[in-house]
């Protein structure tokens, strides 16, 4: 049974930086992507960065991209996105998820399974 299991959320200043890991277990899928969502209060699912496991290849969201990046350690089989120079608008709840997948997409529905989440708060 595949597990996602997230950590490294928590509360930081504007301006500064998290590590977000996503470890995943219980799967041998030769294809698949890791995604990056986040929700905030009172706001929609959002895909904000992903991975494809057959190429590494990347993808992110327009309100990210220059300041996440995501990237994979096969050997961990853990996914981790940096993120740096956060805002408050930053502040969701960050969830991981696997879809089987050639493709990374930023589809909600297109993902079968779903970490726990983890919370990030960027505020003075």
């Known amino acids: 049974q595949v597990q996602l299991v997230e950590s490294g959320g928590g509360l930081v200043q504007p301006g500064g930086s998290l590590r977000l890991s996503c470890a995943a277990s219980g799967f041998t899928l030769d294809y698949y992507v890791i995604a990056w969502f986040r929700q905030a209060p009172g706001k929609e699912r959002e895909g904000i960065s992903c991975i494809a496991g057959s190429d590494g290849s990347t993808t992110y969201a327009d309100s990210v991209k220059g300041r996440f990046t995501i990237s994979g350690d096969n050997a961990k089989n853990t996914v981790y996105l940096q993120m740096n120079s956060l805002k408050s608008d930053d502040t969701a709840i960050y969830y991981c998820?696997?879809?089987?997948?050639?493709?990374?997409?930023?589809?909600?529905?297109?993902?079968?399974?779903w970490g726990q989440g983890t919370q990030v708060t960027v505020s003075s």
């Open positions: 998820a696997l879809a089987r997948d050639y493709y990374c997409s930023d589809y909600r529905g297109g993902y079968d399974y």
